[in-house]
């Protein structure tokens, strides 16, 4: 099993629409989540973080997270064609010396069609 | 706003030849990665360094690739003798001060190297 598994798209959504971006993670003791977006030949750029169960709102974007079962979602309200790029989830994972690292899944790409 | 900076941009080099990467952290930050994305590929950890040590490596990260911090500022990655399948592009990355490492991480725009 992957330590974070994302479907790899393409997600088409029309200008407007709501995306919706899912993750699921192998390792239950993880305890901060993340979504990066990335252009494609750029770098990661953080969007979101989320730690608590529940939802997180910031702007047009709300991360959810569902730690029973370890499922991590985007959703992106009034999709814009800027908002086109690959959507990276990255989950924390304790390693043995105790300090964490950030594991990516591969990305799913969002395609927003004016 | 405060980022991660990274030099060089791009760098092309022969296999076999010695590279050296570097990244300026955010001046706050105290625990310090290296990244590296494959054309195509995930984003996959290299290396985490914290208080002058590495605290965590990746089986990626063997024998030819060294990290060093030489001064307050600078965080190298160095590969002694490059491969071809080296080719990447490769992201510094820091985070503040958090619980064993946790927070968000910041990136630099990534040094893209390729190994000819």
């Known amino acids: 099993q992957k330590e974070v598994e994302q479907n790899s798209g393409p997600l088409s959504v029309p200008e407007g629409a709501i995306a919706s971006l899912n993750c699921t993670y192998s390792d239950r003791v993880s305890q901060s989540f993340f979504w990066y977006r990335q252009y494609s030949g750029k770098s990661p750029e953080l969007i979101m973080s989320?730690?608590?169960?529940g939802d997180k709102e910031d702007g047009r974007f709300t991360a959810q997270l569902n730690k029973a079962s370890q499922y991590v979602s985007l959703l992106i309200r009034d999709s814009q064609p800027s908002d086109s790029a690959t959507y990276l989830c990255a989950v924390n994972k304790r390693v043995n010396t105790g300090f964490q690292k950030l594991v990516f899944g591969t990305g799913t790409r969002l395609l927003v069609s004016p | 706003e405060p980022e991660v900076t990274q030099t060089p941009s791009h760098q092309v080099t022969q296999m076999g030849q010695e590279v050296i990467l570097r990244c300026v952290p955010i001046?706050?930050?105290?625990?310090f990665y290296w990244y590296r994305q494959i054309l195509g590929q995930k984003v996959e950890f290299l290396v985490s360094f914290y208080n002058n040590e590495i605290s965590e490596k990746s089986e990626i990260f063997d024998d030819q690739f060294s990290v060093e911090r030489p001064d307050g500022s600078n965080f190298t990655l160095k590969i002694r003798s490059t491969k071809l399948e080296d080719s990447a592009m490769y992201f510094c990355?820091?985070?503040?001060?958090?619980?064993?490492?946790?927070?968000?991480?910041?990136f630099g725009e990534g040094s893209r190297l390729t190994v000819l």
């Open positions: 001046s706050n930050h105290l625990y």
């Open positions: 989320i730690y608590s169960n």
């Open positions: 990355a820091s985070r503040l001060l958090g619980t064993r490492g946790t927070g968000e991480l910041f």
